[in-house]
């Protein structure tokens, strides 16, 4: 089904060409557009789910590519939603950097402050932060949030403006797709660029970026990145980005789950963490992540890694949902998951991935925190 009428097409590229000229002239002044309808871009999702190719249809039949291509010369005003532990370094560095920043109420004063001391300007709701915005980037908890804050009630879908939508979260790779084929017929194209690496890197500036999406979008949004990442990986098209995120937090939670049942297993015949850590440190099976996770169980350092057991629980979930879609057999990613259900199960959802150690030890009867690995009735091994 074409996504609009010819003459429609031909009444959206007059009003996107006036709208272009308009923003570029007027930076610093809200533009309204006059609403553009169009049939809805979700009728060519289709039975057989080829959401890319949807949205390539989409994004072509909106003129999207063409707006996007020819706005990029002016410099681009970006929206943040989400400044938490990872959002207030990225936004940071996005404002310190040259883009005129603004940033919607969030329940973390701290950081709302500290970045208007920076320049960032506060709105209240997101259809002010449409009208302040050429590129939205969101790094909130995942899917749900998502979603509401795109196509839900005073979501930004809902503002009648035409932007570019980066969502930086961990999110279900199917409602990526499905959001980028409903955004596309609101003038919104959207990126999934979620993160690697820690809220320290964040506020350095050197976070590792998966990014999905069609070819000029990226390229549109890639100097925002820049701002806030060290590597940039291009993925593939759009979902592609959230896909990689959930392989990727696959492999780094495994570690963790195997990191804290050795220790536990460890402790029981008497080896301390100071010991393991002894031989696994600098040798083949040393990482970055080992590094960061033993930060915390040699030093009790809390800020090691400020992931939460709940969100790679959250994370978990998905790739469990993406492998049964799949048809692929996970049966480690399914022990994985119960690693970290336990411990959310325990009252750990909030303690950071690298205090999972404490919590399996706990189980087994031994403790960690101490030099010299202990039975909790305080009998040496």
Same mark, same amino acid.
């Given at each position: 089904m @074409?996504?609009a009428? =010819?003459?429609?097409r031909?009444?959206a590229?007059?009003i996107?060409?006036?709208?272009?000229?308009a923003?570029i002239?007027?930076?610093?002044r809200?533009?309204?557009?006059?609403h553009? #309808?169009t049939?809805?871009c979700s009728?060519?999702?289709g039975?057989?789910g080829n959401?890319?190719?949807?949205?390539?249809?989409?994004?072509?039949t909106?003129?999207?590519?063409?707006?996007i291509?020819e706005d990029?010369?002016a410099l681009?005003?970006?929206?943040?939603v989400?400044?938490?532990?990872?959002?207030?370094g990225?936004?940071?560095?996005?404002?310190e =950097?040259g883009h005129p920043l603004?940033?919607?109420?969030?329940?973390?004063?701290?950081?709302?402050?500290d970045?208007? #001391?920076?320049g960032a300007?506060e709105?209240?709701t997101?259809?002010?932060?449409?009208?302040?915005?050429?590129?939205?980037v969101?790094?909130v908890t995942?899917?749900p949030?998502v979603e509401a804050?795109?196509t839900g009630p005073?979501?930004?879908a +809902?503002?009648g403006k035409e932007?570019?939508?980066?969502d930086?979260?961990t999110s279900?790779?199917? +409602?990526?797709v =499905?959001l980028?084929v409903?955004?596309?017929?609101?003038?919104?194209?959207l990126?999934d660029?979620p993160?690697s690496r820690?809220? =320290?890197d964040?506020?350095?500036?050197?976070?590792?970026?998966? $990014?999905?999406?069609?070819?000029a979008v990226?390229?549109?949004?890639?100097p925002v990145?820049?701002?806030f990442a060290?590597r940039i990986?291009?993925t593939?098209p759009v979902g +592609?980005?959230?896909t990689?995120?959930?392989l990727?937090n696959f492999? +780094?939670?495994g570690?963790a789950?195997?990191y804290?049942?050795?220790l @536990?297993? %460890? $402790?029981k015949a008497g080896?301390?963490p100071?010991?393991?850590d002894s031989?696994i440190?600098?040798?083949?099976?040393d990482c %970055?992540f080992?590094?960061?996770?033993?930060t915390?169980v040699?030093e009790?350092?809390p800020n090691a890694?400020?992931?939460t057991?709940?969100?790679a629980?959250?994370d978990?979930?998905y790739?469990?949902?993406y492998?049964? @879609?799949?048809?692929?057999a996970?049966?480690?990613?399914a022990a994985?998951?119960?690693?970290f259900?336990?411990?959310?199960g325990?009252?750990?959802?909030?303690d950071?991935?690298?205090m999972?150690?404490?919590?399996? $030890?706990?189980?087994n009867g031994?403790s960690?925190?101490?030099t010299?690995?202990q039975?909790?009735?305080g009998?040496?091994?």
């Amino acid at each position: 089904m @074409a996504c609009a009428s =010819k003459g429609t097409r031909r009444r959206a590229s007059a009003i996107r060409t006036a709208f272009i000229v308009a923003s570029i002239a007027t930076r610093s002044r809200t533009f309204k557009r006059p609403h553009i #309808s169009t049939v809805p871009c979700s009728a060519e999702l289709g039975p057989s789910g080829n959401g890319a190719l949807a949205v390539t249809r989409c994004l072509k039949t909106h003129n999207l590519r063409a707006v996007i291509e020819e706005d990029s010369m002016a410099l681009d005003r970006i929206g943040f939603v989400g400044v938490g532990l990872m959002g207030h370094g990225m936004a940071k560095n996005i404002v310190e =950097k040259g883009h005129p920043l603004t940033i919607v109420a969030h329940h973390r004063r701290e950081s709302i402050e500290d970045l208007k #001391s920076r320049g960032a300007k506060e709105v209240q709701t997101l259809h002010e932060l449409a009208a302040a915005s050429d590129i939205v980037v969101l790094c909130v908890t995942g899917s749900p949030q998502v979603e509401a804050i795109l196509t839900g009630p005073g979501g930004l879908a +809902s503002a009648g403006k035409e932007l570019i939508v980066v969502d930086c979260s961990t999110s279900d790779p199917s +409602s990526t797709v =499905k959001l980028a084929v409903a955004l596309a017929s609101h003038g919104i194209a959207l990126v999934d660029a979620p993160l690697s690496r820690t809220p =320290k890197d964040a506020e350095a500036g050197t976070l590792d970026v998966m $990014a999905g999406g069609d070819d000029a979008v990226f390229e549109r949004v890639r100097p925002v990145l820049e701002k806030f990442a060290g590597r940039i990986l291009r993925t593939g098209p759009v979902g +592609s980005g959230h896909t990689m995120k959930l392989l990727n937090n696959f492999v +780094s939670l495994g570690y963790a789950a195997l990191y804290s049942e050795a220790l @536990a297993l %460890g $402790a029981k015949a008497g080896l301390t963490p100071q010991v393991f850590d002894s031989v696994i440190r600098n040798g083949r099976m040393d990482c %970055g992540f080992y590094q960061t996770f033993f930060t915390w169980v040699l030093e009790r350092d809390p800020n090691a890694h400020r992931f939460t057991i709940a969100n790679a629980l959250k994370d978990l979930t998905y790739l469990s949902g993406y492998a049964n @879609a799949s048809g692929t057999a996970n049966p480690l990613g399914a022990a994985v998951r119960n690693s970290f259900a336990f411990a959310a199960g325990a009252g750990k959802a909030g303690d950071f991935v690298p205090m999972l150690s404490d919590a399996v $030890a706990a189980m087994n009867g031994v403790s960690l925190a101490g030099t010299t690995a202990q039975a909790t009735t305080g009998v040496k091994k």
